[in-house]
């Protein structure tokens, strides 16, 4: 395990950002120039494994093509044998989970507008590189006190086959997290936008209500209940949302991808289009 200040890389190690069962994440600074980033480096334990390897180095070369203000940067990927790591922005918030468990709905409401519209923005802009992020939920989403989102986490996320490259899409184990997983994903069917729109939706109802749209008993059950279950809209667990907001949400979480909006460009108009979020935070038409 990596201390603090041990030098990785030509990084000095300045804080433990985050800690997972396979890698931690650090601020970092550059001595040269002394500027400050984040590196993403797997445990000792995981280090000589080729599927944390592989898992690590694909959220690089995804992260690495994508330059947006909603979507964390990915610089440099170092491939060596024993602190295999990439370097990214060092953007310095917690994610929308930390926010859920330290039960600050009141920033959550008063930052809505702006935290679904800029995560929308930055998936939009990944769908149209040809990536599906295939994780969306409130872990993967920083927000810092301004309401300013970066998406985070490539770890699973696919480009989309395009031509001859959807024949050969073979099923396998599916990938994601059973809470917010579409009923594609589940299937491992061939990935397109729609999967992720579905997630968001998810992620929406969580961030408004306090829970996921469906709980199991068991993973089974709960991914059974993707397919099976029709959500309650969320003003059944919070009075405060609005109804046209809940007919929002409850069409992204639509079963059928074909029901759902087929972009992240018209869950955007749509989501203009909805006046109010919660009953009690009027908003001011001019900063939508």
């Known amino acids: 395990m990596a201390d ?15 800690s997972g069962q396979t890698s931690q994440v ?14 993403k480096l797997l445990l000792p334990e995981a280090a000589n494994k080729l599927e944390h390897r592989n898992i690590l180095f694909n959220e690089a070369e995804v992260g690495e093509k994508l330059t947006h203000q ?19 922005e060092f953007f310095p918030a917690g994610s929308l989970r930390l926010r859920l468990q330290a039960k600050e709905m009141g920033f959550i409401k008063e930052n809505a507008r702006k935290i679904f519209k800029n995560t929308a923005t930055g998936l939009a802009y990944m769908n149209a590189m040809g990536y599906v992020h295939r994780d969306v939920k409130p872990d993967n989403i920083l927000v810092n006190a301004l309401g300013e989102t970066k998406i985070i986490d490539f770890a699973i996320t696919k480009k989309i086959p395009k031509g001859i490259a959807r024949w050969f ?10 809470s917010f997983m579409s009923p594609e994903q589940i299937n491992d069917e061939i990935p397109d936008a729609r999967a992720d729109i579905y997630s968001y939706g998810c992620t929406l109802f969580e961030l408004t209500t306090g829970r996921p749209p469906f709980r199991g008993s068991s993973t089974n059950d709960l991914l059974s209940r993707h397919f099976k279950e029709k959500p309650a809209p969320p003003s059944a ?11 929002f949400v409850l069409k992204l979480l639509a079963k059928k991808k074909t029901d759902r909006p087929s972009n992240f460009h018209e869950v955007l108009i749509a989501m203009k289009k909805v006046r109010q979020i919660f009953k009690s935070v009027p908003e001011k038409r001019e900063e939508v």
């Not at 899409?169 to 059973?178: A, D, I, L, W």
């Open 4 to 18: 603090v200040m041990e030098m990785i890389g030509g990084y000095r190690l300045r804080n433990l950002l985050q």
């Open 26 to 39: 650090f601020e970092v600074v550059e001595p040269t120039s002394n500027r400050h980033f984040a590196m």
């Open 70 to 88: 909603n979507v964390i940067r990915i610089f440099k990927v170092n491939r060596s044998p024993t602190t295999p790591h990439f370097i990214m």
């Open 169 to 178: 899409h073979r099923k396998g184990k599916p990938q994601g997290t059973p």
């Open 237 to 247: 667990y919070n009075p405060d949302i609005t109804d046209e907001f809940s007919q």
